[in-house]
């Protein structure tokens, strides 16, 4: 059972850029989460997709922008990057909304902007 | 709103020894409590849940207890190994009513020597 996937693993990008991110949940999960770790803190949380919405937002600019597509994966897109968006970006995925859910991370994409 | 406030680190100690890693969290209403770890250029495991109030949560040998009255989640094992050497996450999820997103404590690295 393949768990939570996310491609690339690593990508650097100028700024001003555009990027996407890609993941695919953990089979059966049908909601995911992205998440922001810069260097030596602790995961931010961007945004909740579940049932192709958005379903709650976390403190980021609106160049952060998502979806989920009916298969349950989904994207990140941040446009108009800035060097302080380079960090490893977590995609979670879980089962429904109910709090108590674990939910499964994968790897991570490493931005670097340059 | 929410938040989760760990130990600082790094917490450097010799095999066998006793661990303890103090957890805080403030939340509203009745959130679930998780420890994550991480290890190098990994994405985040989940290491053990509580759910609600006098719970423990344990795996490989670590525990953790969901206290209320000191709304506390300090992780501990009885006898650390090399192999447990990571950064160790606290996070809660579900309080004020908020389903969705996992707020992280900003990390505490363990280091195990020999």
């Known amino acids: 059972d393949a768990g939570v996937t996310q491609s690339p693993t690593h990508l650097i990008k100028t700024r001003g850029q555009q990027v996407t991110l890609r993941c695919s949940p953990k089979s059966g999960h049908d909601t995911v989460s992205w998440y922001q770790q810069a260097l030596g803190q602790g995961p931010q949380f961007i945004f909740q997709?579940?049932?192709?919405?958005?379903?709650q937002r976390g403190n980021f600019p609106d160049r952060f922008s998502g979806h989920q597509f009916p298969n349950y994966s989904s994207e990140l897109n941040v446009n108009a990057l800035l060097l302080g968006d380079s960090a490893l970006y977590l995609c979670a995925s879980s089962l429904g909304l109910t709090s108590n859910t674990e939910a499964f991370f994968g790897q991570g994409t490493r931005l670097t902007v340059v | 709103g929410d938040s989760v406030t760990q130990m600082e680190g790094p917490v450097t100690l010799s095999e066998e020894a006793f661990l303890t890693i103090n957890c805080t969290y403030t939340a509203t209403g009745y959130p679930s409590l998780f420890w994550y770890v991480q290890y190098p250029g990994e994405g985040l495991q989940l290491l053990l849940k509580a759910t609600k109030a006098d719970d423990k949560g344990s795996n490989k040998g670590f525990e953790a207890t969901y206290r209320k009255e000191t709304t506390s989640f300090h992780l501990e094992k009885g006898s650390v190994q090399v192999s447990d050497s990571a950064v160790y996450f606290c996070a809660l999820r579900g309080g004020s009513g908020n389903t969705g997103k996992l707020i992280f404590g900003q990390g505490t690295t363990l280091q195990v020597k020999p």
């Open positions: 997709y579940y049932e192709e919405e958005e379903r």
